[in-house]
C-alpha cells in the first residue's frame, strides 16, 4: 500500500510527527501530500516564529524562566522549536508588572506545570527529590529582587534539561557563583554538574538535551568588580557539541585570594572548539593552560586583559600568557588577538616572539603587551621585580621588531598605540626594522595597521616603517573608551549581538 492510500487520520499524524524537522522535506514529497500538510505547514511556521529565539524578558514579568517552561508543559514541541535563548533579563525590580494576570494565578495551569517538571526523567536520573525541586523553584518565584540574582537558579537548570535544538545559549548572571561538584540547595545531589550530566544522556542521541548547543554567549558587563569564574561554564564546555565561547569578566586564576581556579575534570574529553574569544577576563598562564590543554582544534583566540577586583593579576605576564597559549595550540591558531583594557599594575614580562604559531595569518596586539622584559632574561617588572646580579635593566628600546617576532604566513598584523605616551619607545622599537623584514621574508604580509586613539601623531613613525596609520574616534565629540579601539572588539560586539538577536 502506498503512503497516500493509508487512511488521512494516520497520514495526519505522520505529518504531525514530524514537526519541527521533517516536515518541510516530508511535505515537499508531492503536491497531494503538500495540500495534505497545509495545517502542519501552518503550525510549523507560527512555532518557528514564536519560539526559534526565545527570552525569558517576553513578559512583564521578571526573569520569567517559569514562563517558557509553561509554554512546553501546554505543548512539548514547543521545546523542539528552541534554538537560540536568552536568559539575562536587565530590567530593574520597579519595571516589573505586579498586576499581570498570568498562568500563575491559575491553580490547574500551575498543577499542570509542577506535574511537567517533578516527572522530568533528568532530575529523576540525577537522583533528585523532584518535590523538593518544584519546592526550590517555588521559593525563587517569589524571593526574585535585583540584587539577589547571583546563583543559579533550579528554574533555569530544569529548563535547559529539556532542549534538544538549543544551538547558543546567554546565561543569566546567577551562573557566575557555579561550582561544578558543590552541594547546592540543601537538596540529596552531587552538584549541578550531575544535573547537566544526565539531561545530555536522556532520550536517544538526536533528541538528548544540549546536544546541539554552539554557542556560550556572555553573562557579565566588563569592570573592576564584575567577575565570574570560568569554571561556571565548565558543564557546557564537556558537552562536546560546543565551538564557539564569547565571554565577558571571566577569571582563571589561582592566588588563593580574589582569583578563581580553573580545574578541567574530565581529562579524557577534548571538545571541539574553534573559537574562543574573552574580553575584558583575567586569566593567567596557568588558568589558560588547563583549558587550552584540551582544545585540540582551536582556530582563533582573543583575549583581552582587566585587573578584577581587589587588585587581581594587579601585575600581568603577558609572556608567560602567550607561551602558554601557544604550546597548547599554537600549530592550529590562525587568528590571534591579545590586548589590555585595564591593568593597574605592570607587564611582569613582555611578549618577545610569536614564531610558536608557525600557520597565524592574522594578529591584533596592544602595543602594552611588549613593555616587558622577555621571559627568556630571568628578568621581572611588578611587585616583585627582579633583576639578576650582574644583568643590566631591561629597557623598552630591548622590544625587538615586530616584523622579526612573527612567522611568514601572517597576512594581517594590526598595532594599537597611545603613542607619544607612554608608548612611544616601544612602538619605535616594534617597528624599527619592519620595512626590512617585509622585503626579506614577510612575503605574505598584506596590511600592517598602526591604531592610535583619538590622534594622529604617530603617523611619522608608522610610515617611515611602511606601515599604515589609522586613528580611533579622531575629532570626535564625545570619543569612545579606549578599551574600544581594537577591532577585534568591536567585531565581538557585532558577532556576540548577532547572535544574541536571534533570542
Same mark, same amino acid.
Given at each position: 500500500m502506498g503512503f497516500l492510500n493509508l487512511p488521512p487520520e494516520i497520514i495526519d499524524v505522520v505529518l504531525d510527527l514530524s514537526l519541527p524537522s521533517g516536515i518541510q522535506g516530508l511535505s515537499l514529497v508531492c503536491k497531494a501530500l503538500h495540500g495534505r500538510a497545509r495545517s502542519q505547514i501552518g503550525r510549523h511556521n507560527a512555532l518557528k516564529r514564536q519560539w526559534a529565539s526565545a527570552n525569558n524578558y517576553r513578559t512583564g514579568k521578571l526573569d520569567d524562566t517559569l514562563g517558557i517552561l509553561n509554554a512546553i508543559a501546554l505543548n512539548p514541541l514547543v521545546a523542539e522549536y528552541i534554538e537560540h535563548l536568552d536568559l539575562w533579563d536587565e530590567r530593574s525590580l520597579d519595571e516589573e508588572d505586579v498586576d499581570l494576570l498570568d498562568f500563575r494565578g491559575d491553580v490547574d495551569a500551575m498543577a499542570r506545570v509542577k506535574e511537567f517538571v517533578t516527572s522530568l526523567p533528568f532530575l529523576t536520573e540525577a537522583g533528585i527529590d523532584t518535590e523538593a525541586w518544584w519546592n526550590r523553584m517555588m521559593d525563587e518565584e517569589r524571593s526574585r529582587t535585583d540584587e539577589d540574582n547571583t546563583e543559579v537558579s533550579c528554574t533555569t537548570i530544569t529548563l535547559l534539561g529539556v532542549l534538544p535544538n538549543l544551538k547558543s545559549i546567554r546565561l543569566d548572571p546567577g551562573w557566575q557563583n557555579f561550582s561544578p561538584g558543590a552541594e547546592q540547595y540543601g537538596l540529596p545531589l552531587d552538584g549541578l554538574m550531575s544535573i547537566i550530566d544526565k539531561a545530555s544522556l536522556v532520550g536517544n542521541s538526536c533528541q538528548r538535551p544540549l546536544s546541539q548547543v554552539k554557542s556560550i554567549l556572555p553573562f557579565m558587563h566588563t569592570g573592576y568588580e564584575e567577575k565570574a569564574a570560568l569554571q561556571s561554564i565548565q558543564p557546557f564546555l564537556e558537552l562536546g557539541s560546543v565551538s564557539e565561547v564569547y565571554l565577558v569578566s571571566a577569571v582563571a586564576v589561582d592566588d588563593g585570594y580574589t582569583g578563581y581556579p580553573f580545574e578541567w575534570s574530565t581529562p579524557t574529553l577534548a571538545p571541539q572548539l574553534t573559537r574562543l574569544e574573552f574580553l575584558s577576563c583575567c586569566i593567567d598562564a596557568g588558568g589558560i593552560s588547563e583549558l587550552l590543554s584540551h582544545t585540540p582544534v582551536l582556530k582563533a583566540f582573543k583575549y583581552s586583559h582587566e585587573t578584577k577586583w581587589h587588585g587581581c593579576e594587579h601585575d600581568w605576564n603577558a609572556g608567560t600568557f602567550v607561551e602558554a597559549v601557544a604550546r597548547h595550540c599554537g600549530n592550529t591558531i590562525t587568528e590571534l588577538a591579545i590586548?589590555?583594557?585595564?591593568?593597574?599594575?605592570?607587564?611582569?614580562?613582555?611578549?618577545?616572539?610569536?614564531?610558536?604559531f608557525p600557520n597565524l595569518e592574522y594578529l591584533e596586539v596592544d602595543v602594552h603587551i611588549f613593555r616587558g622584559p622577555p621571559v627568556e632574561s630571568g628578568q $621581572?617588572?611588578?611587585? *616583585?621585580?627582579?633583576?639578576?646580579?650582574?644583568? #643590566?635593566?631591561?629597557? @623598552?628600546?630591548?622590544?625587538?621588531?615586530?616584523?622579526?617576532?612573527?612567522?611568514?604566513?601572517?597576512?594581517?598584523?594590526?598595532?594599537?598605540?597611545?603613542?607619544?605616551?607612554?608608548? $612611544?619607545?616601544?612602538? *619605535?622599537?616594534?617597528?624599527?626594522?619592519?620595512? #626590512?623584514?617585509?622585503? @626579506?621574508?614577510?612575503?605574505?604580509?598584506?596590511?600592517?595597521?598602526?591604531?592610535?586613539?583619538?590622534?594622529?601623531?604617530?603617523?611619522?613613525?608608522?610610515?617611515?616603517?611602511?606601515?599604515?596609520?589609522?586613528?580611533?574616534?579622531?575629532?570626535?565629540?564625545?570619543p569612545r573608551a579606549r578599551n574600544m579601539m581594537p577591532v577585534w572588539k568591536r567585531e565581538f560586539d557585532e558577532r556576540v549581538s548577532g547572535l544574541r538577536s536571534r533570542a
Open positions: 590586548t589590555i583594557d585595564e591593568i593597574y599594575g605592570e607587564i611582569i614580562n613582555g611578549v618577545s616572539s610569536l614564531h610558536s $621581572e617588572q611588578g611587585h *616583585n621585580a627582579i633583576v639578576p646580579e650582574g644583568d #643590566s635593566p631591561w629597557e @623598552e628600546n630591548d622590544i625587538p621588531c615586530i616584523g622579526s617576532m612573527i612567522p611568514g604566513n601572517v597576512v594581517e598584523i594590526h598595532i594599537n598605540t597611545d603613542f607619544p605616551m607612554p608608548d $612611544e619607545k616601544a612602538l *619605535n622599537s616594534l617597528l624599527k626594522n619592519l620595512r #626590512s623584514q617585509r622585503q @626579506e621574508r614577510l612575503f605574505k604580509l598584506e596590511r600592517c595597521i598602526i591604531r592610535q586613539y583619538t590622534a594622529e601623531s604617530a603617523r611619522i613613525c608608522a610610515e617611515r616603517a611602511g606601515a599604515t596609520l589609522e586613528t580611533f574616534d579622531l575629532a570626535v565629540e564625545n
